[in-house]
């Protein structure tokens, strides 16, 4: 998943938004204004660049194509008052289609670099070519210390990623640095994509290439093979609107098994443009415990949610069952201990080492 740019100063002020609309103050309608016309102007904008976007004869790396997806992200990831989910049905119908562009678009970027590197002698050695290489190295550090803080002491033998795409980034960062123990199997439904990443990625038999393997099938057709994962990650893409992203979990929670890790990658605020935002109540519904909710500031897009699959009886009891009738909101955690100084030096770092490599 794609991700850029430093966030800026959240909003301030919201506590007036709390009285009776007789006792706001001036000030408090004019934060209030303001705010209305930011969202107007956003939604005006990215819906400019869907019209423009969905016009380009070819969404493959070009000028034109880099040119409107970097617009299309630096208006998404500053901070916005914008609630995607209570878009206008015209909106919410722009923002679907935006976000297809955007995991088409995606897919091409990814495939066109796959084969880049496949002409090196030693494709490990060049990933960082590739433009968003270090926030895909950001952002499995983030999902593994996650991980690590609300579910103590895991060490998984077995690790599903479903989405991997031709370019596994976050399995083989979290194989070569996090996870050096389990194995990995990789999950895409295009056949193409996952020859691309076993090329680059699963040819070797030692190393970590040996603890990653690729599968070409839906999710939806995956049912024992689930039972024997101790963590699995679910990609952004996977289920593009609400509806299919639930169905998917519910699917998870009807075949992992109790105890085992679910990681689900989401969006937030005007990032949820560019990829799908998860209800962690969804989670919840498909047998899950949600242990964390995390909304990144920095240049990791995605938001990360980290479950644990239980029983129904746990779910229901007496410790959580009054706590989830009242539609608790779920733990948001603080940031982790990767600082976003630490951040853009690794982003500085990738940079130097793509303009050391001979030009394309």
């Given at each position: 998943?794609?991700?850029?740019?430093?966030?800026?100063?959240s909003?301030?002020?919201?506590?007036?938004?709390?009285?009776?609309?007789?006792?706001?103050?001036?000030?408090?309608?004019?934060?209030?204004?303001?705010?209305?016309?930011?969202?107007?102007?956003?939604?005006?904008?990215?819906?400019?660049?869907?019209?423009?976007?969905?016009?380009?004869?070819?969404?493959?790396?070009?000028?034109?194509?880099?040119?409107?997806?970097?617009?299309?992200?630096?208006?998404?990831?500053?901070?916005?008052?914008?609630?995607?989910?209570?878009?206008?049905?015209?909106?919410?119908?722009?923002?679907?289609?935006?976000?297809?562009?955007?995991?088409?678009?995606?897919?091409?970027?990814?495939?066109?670099?796959?084969?880049?590197?496949?002409?090196?002698?030693?494709?490990?050695?060049?990933?960082?070519?590739?433009?968003?290489?270090?926030?895909?190295?950001?952002?499995?550090?983030?999902?593994?210390?996650?991980?690590?803080?609300h579910?103590?002491?895991?060490?998984?033998?077995?690790?599903?990623?479903?989405?991997?795409?031709?370019?596994?980034?976050?399995?083989f960062?979290?194989?070569?640095?996090?996870?050096?123990?389990?194995?990995?199997?990789?999950?895409?439904?295009?056949?193409?994509?996952?020859?691309?990443?076993?090329?680059?990625?699963?040819?070797?038999?030692?190393?970590?290439?040996?603890?990653?393997?690729?599968h070409?099938?839906?999710?939806?057709?995956?049912?024992?093979?689930l039972?024997?994962?101790?963590?699995?990650?679910?990609?952004?893409?996977?289920?593009?609107?609400?509806?299919?992203?639930?169905?998917?979990?519910?699917?998870?929670?009807?075949?992992?098994?109790?105890?085992?890790?679910?990681?689900?990658?989401?969006?937030?605020?005007?990032?949820?443009?560019?990829?799908?935002?998860?209800?962690?109540?969804?989670?919840?519904?498909?047998?899950?415990?949600v242990?964390?909710?995390?909304h990144?500031?920095?240049?990791?897009?995605?938001?990360?949610?980290?479950?644990?699959?239980?029983?129904?009886?746990?779910?229901?009891?007496?410790?959580?069952?009054?706590?989830?009738?009242?539609?608790?909101?779920?733990?948001?955690?603080?940031?982790?201990?990767?600082?976003?100084?630490?951040?853009?030096g690794?982003?500085?770092?990738?940079?130097?080492l793509?303009?050391?490599?001979?030009?394309?």
């Open positions: 998943e794609i991700a850029t740019h430093r966030a800026a100063p909003f301030r002020g919201t506590h007036f938004l709390l009285l009776p609309e007789f006792f706001r103050s001036p000030r408090s309608n004019y934060n209030m204004d303001a705010q209305n016309k930011e969202v107007a102007a956003l939604i005006e904008k990215i819906a400019g660049l869907q019209s423009a976007i969905a016009e380009l004869p070819s969404l493959s790396p070009s000028p034109e194509v880099d040119r409107l997806f970097t617009d299309l992200v630096t208006a998404c990831v500053p901070p916005s008052p914008v609630d995607v989910t209570k878009l206008s049905p015209e909106h919410q119908r722009m923002r679907e289609a935006l976000i297809r562009l955007c995991s088409a678009a995606e897919g091409k970027l990814e495939a066109h670099y796959a084969d880049l590197l496949a002409t090196f002698d030693n494709p490990l050695d060049h990933l960082a070519r590739f433009p968003y290489y270090s926030n895909y190295v950001n952002l499995s550090r983030l999902e593994y210390e996650l991980l690590a803080r579910v103590p002491g895991i060490a998984p033998a077995r690790v599903a990623f479903i989405g991997s795409g031709p370019l596994p980034f976050s399995s960062v979290l194989a070569a640095h996090h996870l050096p123990d389990a194995h990995f199997d990789n999950y895409d439904l295009c056949g193409a994509a996952n020859e691309r990443a076993r090329k680059l990625f699963g040819a070797s038999e030692d190393g970590v290439g040996a603890r990653m393997k690729f070409t099938a839906d999710v939806a057709d995956l049912s024992q093979e039972g024997a994962y101790d963590v699995v990650f679910l990609a952004a893409l996977v289920g593009m609107v609400a509806e299919e992203k639930a169905k998917v979990i519910a699917h998870l929670g009807a075949h992992m098994v109790e105890g085992a890790s679910l990681v689900v990658r989401s969006a937030h605020g005007a990032r949820g443009f560019l990829y799908p935002i998860v209800d962690p109540e969804d989670i919840r519904r498909g047998g899950f415990e242990l964390a909710v995390h990144p500031e920095g240049e990791v897009i995605n938001s990360v949610i980290v479950a644990r699959k239980v029983v129904d009886a746990q779910l229901s009891g007496p410790l959580n069952g009054d706590a989830h009738a009242r539609g608790a909101v779920p733990l948001v955690s603080p940031p982790c201990s990767f600082s976003t100084k630490m951040e853009a690794a982003l500085e770092k990738s940079d130097e793509a303009t050391k490599e001979l030009a394309f």
